[in-house]
C-alpha cells in the first residue's frame, strides 16, 4: 500500500506526541511536503550535508531525524551558504524532513530508555520530570555495583566511545543507582541529586557546571552527545514494525555515517 509522509507521521506522533516536546524545541516537520508519497526513508542523528547527498544517492523520500534541522531561522537564502546549500539540495531532491527530539526523549520507550538499557539498567524509572510531570531522564540500577572508574571504562565501551569526560571526587566509589539524560542534560544535575543517583550520565557539562557538580558531590560521566545515535537503529526498527503493521510499501534504512563532530588524539 503507497504512503505518504503524512501517514508515517501521524504514526511517529503518535508514539512519540509533540506535546511532550520542552519549549522552544523546533521538533516537527523541518522541510518539505508531507502529502508527497514516500518510498524510501532514511533515519538519522543529525541532518548535515555528507547524510543528505547520502539520502540523494540512495534515492530516499523521507528522512526522520532526531535532531532539528532548523534550530534557527535562515535569515536570508544566500546558498552560498552551506547550511542554505542543503536546505536547496533537500528541496530540489524532494526530501522531506522530519524531527522528533525531546518528544522523542521523553516519551517511553524512547531515546533515554534506549540508552539505560544499552547499559542493561535495571528497574528504570523516570527523573528530570517538565512542568507536564513527564520524566526526561531514566533512572536504574546496573546489576552488580562497580566503581566510578569502572563505569565510566563500561560506558566508554558500550557506546564505542574514543573518550569521555569523568567528574567525580572519587574515582573509587562503588556506585550503582545510575541516571542518564541523552545529549545536553547537564542543567538537570540538581534532579540527579534529589533522586539520590549516585552517577549522573549526560552529555556537554559545562565547566563551571562541572564545578557546581564536584562541590554537591554528585559524580557525573559526559560520553558526549553522539550517543544519541542509537536513535538512528531505534527508529528504523519502529518504521519496519509500523511498515509491517499498515502494509506499507516502504523501504527502511539507517544512516551509514558518523555525525560525530569531535576526534579524540
Same mark, same amino acid.
Given at each position: 500500500?503507497?504512503?505518504?509522509?503524512?501517514?508515517?507521521?501521524?504514526?511517529?506522533?503518535?508514539?512519540?506526541?509533540?506535546?511532550?516536546?520542552?519549549?522552544?524545541?523546533?521538533?516537527?516537520?523541518?522541510?518539505?511536503?508531507?502529502?508527497?508519497?514516500?518510498?524510501?526513508?532514511?533515519?538519522?542523528?543529525?541532518?548535515?550535508?555528507?547524510?543528505?547527498?547520502?539520502?540523494?544517492?540512495?534515492?530516499?523520500?523521507?528522512?526522520? =531525524?532526531? /535532531?532539528?534541522?532548523?534550530?534557527?531561522?535562515?535569515?536570508?537564502?544566500?546558498?552560498?551558504?552551506?547550511?542554505?546549500?542543503?536546505?536547496?539540495?533537500?528541496?530540489?531532491?524532494?526530501?522531506?524532513?522530519?524531527?522528533?527530539?525531546?518528544?522523542?526523549?521523553?516519551?517511553?520507550?524512547?531515546?533515554?530508555?534506549?540508552?539505560?538499557?544499552?547499559?542493561?539498567?535495571?528497574?528504570?524509572?523516570?527523573?528530570?520530570?517538565?512542568?507536564?510531570?513527564?520524566?526526561?531522564?531514566?533512572?536504574?540500577?546496573? =546489576?552488580?555495583?562497580?566503581?566510578?572508574?569502572?563505569?565510566?571504562?563500561?560506558?566508554?565501551?558500550?557506546?564505542?566511545?574514543?573518550?569521555?569526560?569523568?567528574?567525580?571526587?572519587?574515582?573509587?566509589?562503588?556506585?550503582?543507582?545510575?541516571?542518564?539524560?541523552?545529549?545536553?542534560?547537564?542543567?538537570?544535575?540538581?534532579?540527579?541529586?534529589?533522586?539520590?543517583?549516585?552517577?549522573?550520565?549526560?552529555?556537554?557539562?559545562?565547566?563551571?557546571?562541572?564545578?557546581?557538580?564536584?562541590?554537591?558531590?554528585?559524580?557525573?560521566?559526559?560520553?558526549?552527545?553522539?550517543?544519541?545515535?542509537?536513535?538512528?537503529?531505534?527508529?528504523?526498527?519502529?518504521?519496519?514494525?509500523?511498515? /509491517?503493521?499498515?502494509?506499507?510499501?516502504?523501504?527502511?534504512?539507517?544512516?551509514?555515517?558518523?555525525?560525530?563532530?569531535?576526534?579524540?588524539?
Amino acid at each position: 500500500m503507497e504512503v505518504t509522509g503524512q501517514d508515517i507521521v501521524t504514526q511517529i506522533e503518535a508514539y512519540a506526541p509533540l506535546i511532550l516536546k520542552m519549549n522552544h524545541d523546533p521538533s516537527g516537520l523541518q522541510l518539505g511536503d508531507l502529502r508527497r508519497p514516500v518510498h524510501r526513508v532514511l533515519t538519522t542523528l543529525d541532518v548535515r550535508p555528507e547524510v543528505v547527498q547520502e539520502a540523494i544517492t540512495n534515492q530516499v523520500d523521507f528522512i526522520f =531525524a532526531h /535532531h532539528p534541522l532548523i534550530f534557527h531561522p535562515a535569515v536570508n537564502l544566500d546558498t552560498t551558504i552551506p547550511q542554505n546549500a542543503m536546505y536547496a539540495e533537500l528541496l530540489k531532491h524532494d526530501i522531506t524532513v522530519y524531527a522528533a527530539h525531546t518528544n522523542m526523549d521523553k516519551t517511553c520507550p524512547g531515546m533515554n530508555d534506549w540508552l539505560a538499557q544499552a547499559l542493561k539498567l535495571q528497574q528504570l524509572e523516570s527523573f528530570a520530570r517538565d512542568n507536564d510531570g513527564v520524566g526526561l531522564g531514566r533512572v536504574g540500577l546496573l =546489576a552488580t555495583p562497580m566503581t566510578c572508574l569502572e563505569l565510566a571504562k563500561y560506558v566508554k565501551q558500550v557506546f564505542h566511545l574514543g573518550g569521555l569526560r569523568l567528574i567525580t571526587p572519587d574515582i573509587n566509589k562503588v556506585v550503582q543507582r545510575i541516571g542518564i539524560i541523552g545529549g545536553d542534560g547537564g542543567k538537570f544535575y540538581l534532579d540527579a541529586l534529589e533522586d539520590h543517583i549516585d552517577v549522573f550520565i549526560t552529555g556537554d557539562v559545562y565547566y563551571h557546571t562541572a564545578h557546581d557538580m564536584l562541590s554537591a558531590g554528585l559524580s557525573v560521566i559526559d560520553p558526549g552527545h553522539h550517543i544519541e545515535s542509537i536513535f538512528k537503529v531505534q527508529t528504523a526498527k519502529l518504521l519496519k514494525h509500523w511498515a /509491517h503493521e499498515n502494509q506499507w510499501a516502504l523501504t527502511v534504512q539507517s544512516s551509514q555515517l558518523s555525525t560525530e563532530p569531535y576526534q579524540f588524539i
